[in-house]
């Protein structure tokens, strides 16, 4: 029984050191790290980069918050509750969800 938990203690390690290999690799990847926000300001997106997102909307800060991926220009999030969204970066503006976000400068 000790050797099943140990082997399953180190299966998981593994795995969570292969996520946070790619998540490193993301990160250093692209160049979308920041703030992007919708026209009226009320959705913000803060891309961070360690692979991390927050989502802001209205005046909750922390809306939304999880993992995102970026391969080429295309953005994949999953969130800490397991909802999961995509988006594309077109011309240095984020469609995500039928909405449109711009680069906070």
């Known amino acids: ?21 790619d998540i490193t690799m993301n990160s250093l ?9 919708t026209q009226d300001g009320r959705i913000r ?4 980069p360690n692979g991390r997102y927050v ?14 991926v970026v391969t080429g220009s295309h953005i994949d999030y999953w969130d800490d509750t397991g909802f999961t969204a995509d988006g594309e970066f077109i011309d240095d503006v984020l469609h995500h969800a039928g909405m449109i976000l711009r680069r906070n400068r």
């Open 55 to 68: 989502e802001a909307r209205g005046t909750r800060e922390k809306a939304y918050q999880g993992r995102y």
């Open 1 to 21: 029984m000790r050797r099943l938990a140990i082997a399953a203690s180190l299966v998981a390690t593994s795995a969570a050191f292969a996520i946070a290999k």
């Open 29 to 37: 990847a692209h160049n979308y790290t920041g703030l992007w926000v």
């Open 45 to 48: 997106h803060e891309l961070l």
